[in-house]
């Protein structure tokens, strides 16, 4: 530990409550005020830990406080747990959802960048002799035990920050720790699809020990578990709910600690009613033009029967290329096949309206046919008593050329 006392010299900073104060400051006791950030300006992490201040006379260093501070780092090992020989170390959490997106729906997965904050009490941290605290360099923090957790359903990692150092550590005077740390990760978020595009998914976001079991490591949520950032805005979904539970894990080896936090986001409708519907709309009607067409007048109506079909399979094959391939049906698979039905059914009836159009054409419909589809109504009584009585009395003989054309 020598070198963390070299380094803790020139990268120990006293900061918001214990500080090197200038005889410039001493009447501005503000300026060291405690805050709990990490580096952004967000101020709803102040429900995470208390915000005191102090005034300046309290605030001053003295080489004695400074031998205790390179003391106690000297003989701290990071091997053990806080308090090993006792009961299991409650680790505190706070999510803080900085960014999300990406939402994928072919490969079910989402990204999200997090500021993961942890709080517990490490024993081998008090200190007296001044009542600041101490905020670690990143170099020292390596020297420092921290909680091996992991994201359960993460599917892949290692995005890098562009600012090199994404983590921070806080030490208070009663061995309080407070650890913060800005992960990006593309997480696993399984969806179902019935109701697409009416539906609503709930994506989580899981935390659990990796080594150490709940005799050593106990994950708590902390009084607000999840903060979601309120300039985020998805282009599809809207964020609906916020909600954090346990999901501790029973393995063979042993039970491990979990924290859960899901969200459920619903999906927007005007994309697809624009892009979708209102097409699919359009396309029966203009399937539905062909019964105002002749029946004489073939190539026009199969064209538009033919395009319309076209179409209609195009819209249904494109809606299935951006999805897995489930076997499941799904709400706009029930609408654009009842769409394909009807231009379906417009199609066949113009085959069937241009066959008969040509049977009568050449041959001519019986009585009871034309009776039967309306052609030909039967009158009433009363017209066909009037129809026979109006009617000329017909010859006893029949004309000889009439004679002829029956013979024929």
Not at 244 to 252: F, P, T
Request: net charge negative; charged share 20%.
């Amino acid at each position: 530990m020598k070198h963390a006392t070299g380094l803790l010299l020139l990268g120990l900073v006293f900061t918001t409550r214990g500080s090197f104060i200038d005889e410039n400051d001493v009447h501005s006791p503000s300026r060291y005020s405690r805050q709990v950030s990490d580096g952004d300006n967000d101020n709803t992490t102040d429900t995470f830990e208390a915000v005191t201040s102090k005034s300046s006379e309290d605030l001053q260093t003295t080489p004695a406080s400074m031998a205790v501070v390179l003391e106690m780092l000297d003989n701290y090992d990071q091997r053990l747990r806080p308090d090993f020989r006792g009961g299991a170390v409650t680790v505190t959490f706070q999510l803080y959802i900085l960014t999300m997106g990406s939402i994928s729906e072919a490969s079910m997965d989402y990204i999200v960048t997090v500021f993961m904050r942890q709080q517990w009490n490490d024993p081998r941290f008090i200190y007296h002799g001044f009542d600041g605290n101490l905020t670690l360099y990143d170099t020292v923090i390596d020297q420092v035990w921290l909680p091996d957790v992991f994201f359960v359903n993460e599917k892949a990692a290692g995005f890098s920050s562009s600012t090199g150092t994404s983590r921070m550590m806080r030490v208070h005077p009663n061995g309080d720790v407070l650890y913060s740390t800005k992960k990006t990760a593309l997480l696993a978020c399984p969806m179902n699809f019935r109701l697409y595009p009416m539906d609503s998914q709930e994506c989580s976001m899981k935390i659990e020990s990796f080594s150490h079991t709940t005799a050593d490591i106990k994950l708590e949520w902390s009084e607000l578990p999840v903060i979601v950032n309120e300039a985020i805005s998805l282009p599809e979904f809207r964020i609906s709910g916020v909600h954090s539970k346990r999901c501790d894990a029973v393995r063979e080896v042993g039970t491990f600690s979990c924290l859960e936090g899901q969200f459920r986001m619903v999906r927007r409708m005007g994309y697809y009613i624009i892009q979708t519907y209102i097409p699919s709309i359009l396309i029966v009607i203009l399937s539905w033009l062909t019964f105002w067409i002749s029946p004489e007048i073939a190539p026009a109506r199969v064209a538009l029967g033919i395009t319309t079909v076209l179409t209609s399979t195009t819209f249904t094959a494109i809606n299935r290329s951006t999805m897995p391939r489930f076997s499941y049906v799904r709400a706009i698979d029930v609408w654009l096949l009842a769409c394909s039905f009807f231009i379906f059914c417009a199609l066949v009836e113009f085959a069937a309206v241009h066959f008969l159009f040509k049977r009568h054409k050449k041959f001519g419909f019986t009585g009871r046919f034309r009776r039967f589809f309306g052609l030909d109504p039967t009158p009433s009584e009363g017209a066909e008593e009037i129809r026979m009585e109006n009617a000329e009395p017909k010859s006893a003989e029949a004309p000889e050329e009439e004679r002829r054309h029956r013979t024929f």
